[in-house]
């Protein structure tokens, strides 16, 4: 049988690109610039997240609302395309977690088209608690 396995967007290396929070964007050029798209997320029982995969549109910015309704503490983290922790939520690294009954969403973040891993940093969880966030 064959294993299709992602290769971390090894064509396309680009680093996450977090902005700035609340900073005034200047429209400039006319265009009228679209708000952050806003994904959620949520942990529920059974150390398992209730999708394994999220999807966003290339290089324009997204939030992401991640709740904790998994009965114990967990996290929410995003690699970059070379596979290192970049984002976390609720930050400001991944041994920060939300408690039970908790949501927070995280800093717009921008990212290059391409498939990004997501996971669960609580020791132990990474197993059955990851996915994508697919952009582009
Ligand atoms: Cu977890």
Do not use: W
Request: overall charge neutral.
């Amino acid at each position: 049988m064959k294993l299709r396995m992602f290769l971390g967007g090894s064509a396309v290396a680009v680093a996450l690109t977090l902005t700035g929070c609340g900073g005034g964007s200047g429209a400039g050029g006319g265009g009228n610039a679209a708000p952050p798209q806003a994904l959620t997320i949520t942990a529920v029982e059974g150390i398992k997240y209730d999708k394994a995969e999220l999807d966003a549109t290339a290089n324009q910015p997204f939030t992401v609302n991640f709740v904790n309704n998994g009965g114990m503490q967990h996290n929410f983290v995003i690699k970059n395309a070379a596979g290192t922790d970049q984002y976390f939520i609720p930050g400001p690294d991944k041994t920060a977690y939300l408690d039970n009954g908790q949501s927070k969403t995280g800093a717009p973040v921008t990212l290059a088209a391409g498939t990004y891993e997501f996971y669960c940093a609580f020791p132990g969880h990474e197993a059955t608690m990851k996915g994508n966030v697919v952009v582009k």
